[in-house]
C-alpha cells in the first residue's frame, strides 16, 4: 500500500513520473513558505519540489525570487521612516533610502532575476491550479511545465502587468491567490490567467497559441476591469513585464515614469 504521501494521481503535475519512480513525502507549499500562506499543494514530487527550492550558480531559486519580490511588495508599501527602512532585509534587492532606489545586488542580472520571477508566477499558478481542480495533468500545461519546470527559453511565456496609480494595500499576512470558477473559465476561453497576488495584477499565458489570437481582446477587456484612471491621460496601463523593476516596488507612482514596451493597454 502507498503510504500516507502528498499525492492523489500518484503522477507528478511538473515532471509527469508517477509513484514508486518518484516519492511524494515533502510538504509542497502552493506559495513558498514563510509568506504568511500554509497552502500545501498534492501532486509534487520531492524532486520537482526540490529544484523550486534550489539555487544554481547562474540561477537564484525561483520560491526564492517569489518571495523576495512579494516581500519587497509588501514592505514598501508601507510608509517609511528614516528607522523603519533598516528592517528591510533582503538576499537580492539593495534599498538606499537617502536616494529612496531600490536596486538588485550587483552580482545578479535583471534578465535572470525578471525570468526566475516570471517562472515562479507559473510555479505557483499551476500548483494552485491543480489544488483546486485536480486538472493540472492536462496537456494544455505543457508550455507552463516546460517554462517553469525545465527552464525552456525558446518558449519563454509572456506575462503583463496592470500599472496603477493606487494599490489596495494587501492584508499583511493574506497569501492566497483567487481560483475562482470565473478565472479557470477564461483560462479555457482565452488561454490567459488572470494573477492577483497581494493587490498587484498580473496576465499570464498559459496557452501561448490561443494567447495570441486572442490577445488585444483579453487584455482590453482587463484593463476596463481592473485599471483605475486617476486623471485624463494618466500612465495607468497594462503591458508586458520585461525587467522587473516595472513592478512599482516603491510607489513612485507621480514620478513621470517611461516604460519600455511593446504593448501599452489603456482605458
Ligand atoms: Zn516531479
Request: net charge positive.
Amino acid at each position: 500500500m502507498m503510504k500516507k504521501e502528498y499525492t492523489k494521481t500518484g503522477k507528478c503535475i511538473w515532471c509527469g513520473k508517477s509513484y514508486p519512480d518518484v516519492t511524494f513525502l515533502k510538504q509542497p507549499h502552493i506559495v513558498p513558505r514563510n509568506m504568511g500562506g500554509g497552502c500545501i499543494g498534492f501532486d509534487i514530487c520531492d524532486e520537482c519540489n526540490d529544484y523550486f527550492g534550489t539555487p544554481t550558480k547562474a540561477m537564484p531559486s525561483t520560491n526564492l525570487v517569489f518571495k523576495e519580490v512579494f516581500n519587497a511588495i509588501q514592505f514598501f508599501s508601507k510608509t517609511l521612516t528614516p528607522h523603519s527602512y533598516k528592517n528591510f532585509h533582503s538576499a537580492y534587492f539593495r534599498y538606499n533610502y537617502s536616494k529612496n532606489t531600490l536596486k538588485l545586488k550587483h552580482w545578479l542580472s535583471i534578465d535572470v532575476f525578471t525570468k526566475q520571477f516570471k517562472r515562479s508566477l507559473y510555479e505557483v499558478f499551476l500548483q494552485k491550479y491543480h489544488s483546486v481542480t485536480e486538472n493540472g495533468h492536462d496537456s494544455k500545461f505543457n508550455y507552463v511545465r516546460s517554462y517553469a519546470r525545465y527552464a525552456n527559453i525558446v518558449q519563454d511565456l509572456k506575462v503583463y502587468y496592470a500599472y496603477n496609480r493606487i494599490i489596495l494595500a494587501p492584508e499583511e499576512g493574506y497569501a492566497d491567490l483567487p481560483m475562482t470558477d470565473a478565472l479557470i473559465d477564461e483560462i479555457d476561453k482565452y488561454g490567459f490567467f488572470h494573477f492577483w497576488f497581494k493587490g498587484h495584477n498580473f496576465f499570464m499565458e498559459i496557452e501561448p497559441k490561443k494567447c495570441e489570437l486572442i490577445r488585444s481582446v483579453y487584455l482590453q477587456e482587463k484593463a476596463n476591469e481592473v485599471l483605475i484612471p486617476i486623471e485624463k491621460d494618466g500612465a495607468e496601463r497594462i503591458y508586458e513585464i520585461t525587467n522587473i523593476f516595472q513592478i512599482d516596488f516603491l510607489m513612485n507612482r507621480f514620478v513621470k515614469t517611461n516604460f519600455d514596451s511593446n504593448y501599452n493597454i489603456r482605458r
